[in-house]
């Protein structure tokens, strides 16, 4: 960033009067431009007994495997997000059943919502930011060509559970060590402050 | 938003190509400023049979009342973003105990995060941005001079949980109408799809 987005003026990094981070300030009018993570909607979308997974048509990661997820947009919710994303990339509609996984990614200020949801249809065609949409079962999915951390940790609770015969809600960091990711689980709700909930959660 | 942050030559608002958006595009290097929600997170810090509340010295809503919440900085979590904020507005250190809230308000592109906590020390007075904090207990909070409408929808599923003797997890939008604001629940556990708890949710 190197210019004021109001003034046009040339921008410093320094620590604003009464903060405690640098920030981008412009050196004319005083405008802080204020960095914020952001956030990622997708769906774990049921069709049957298998989930619809989409191969990346685009950078980052093109060629690999993704659930239906991206960036929520101003004005819109992040169910919404999750549902739109959906229908972009898998050209699915569905119903949410509700909220699955809250994941941060600290290291490139992000933070990932899934949802659990049910296909009503499928519309044809993928979108064009995926080359292929399939509905895949546990067995058939292409663990080692998975396109982020947050997808291969989503899909291992999503199995885990299903395994077990109940959904839980999941929260916790993902956190880059090397060129892996590892998942550390932060306090979701009682039942996952169970020891053996945590210490299962580690992996 | 006028100028480029990158080049610093004017931006025109048009949808780019392949996107379906409205979006602020630089007529030099083309650079697209994308605007996404932010997410404020905060707390609900129980101190005993009692939880801190800031009156708040700052715009806006200058001298109202409010849970220690704000903006999600980059580089950290969710869950390290509430224990910051109650730690710089209350002054008061914060062990989290669970997520138990999570509020869209898409008419100011905003995502609050609410998490359950017990405080572990206060340390004196309050931050800058506090006039004062006090432990209130329910019948102690005035609610009629709460600042934002995702507190006071918070604090009546808190109570109203407290009572039920169980906390849940709370998912749903924030919608203006006029002057105010209503809750609108949204899927967020198979719990909470029980049509009686949808109806209670709609307050």
Request: with cysteine.
């Amino acid at each position: 960033m190197n210019y004021c987005n109001h003034c046009g003026a040339r921008i410093e990094r320094r620590i604003p009067e009464g903060d405690n981070r640098l920030r981008e300030v412009c050196t004319a009018c005083g405008y802080i431009h204020y960095q914020n993570p952001k956030i990622v909607a997708g769906c774990i979308a049921e069709w049957g007994d298998r989930i619809l997974l989409c191969r990346r048509a685009i950078e980052p990661r093109y060629g690999l495997w993704t659930l239906p997820a991206g960036f929520m947009e101003n004005g819109e919710t992040a169910l919404e997000a999750a549902v739109r994303e959906t229908q972009e990339e898998a050209n699915a509609r569905v119903e949410v059943t509700g909220l699955f996984a809250l994941l941060n990614l600290p290291h490139v200020s992000q933070v990932y919502m899934i949802f659990r949801a049910e296909v009503i249809a499928v519309d044809g065609e993928p979108g064009p930011e995926s080359l292929e949409v399939q509905p895949l079962d546990e067995t058939s999915i292409p663990w080692d060509r998975l396109a982020f951390p947050t997808i291969l940790h989503a899909l291992r609770f999503y199995y885990s559970d299903r395994r077990a015969g109940a959904f839980g809600f999941h929260m916790g960091d993902i956190i880059k060590n090397g060129d892996g990711a590892s998942f550390v689980a932060r306090r979701a709700s009682p039942e996952e402050l169970a020891p053996g909930a945590i210490a299962s959660a580690h992996r």
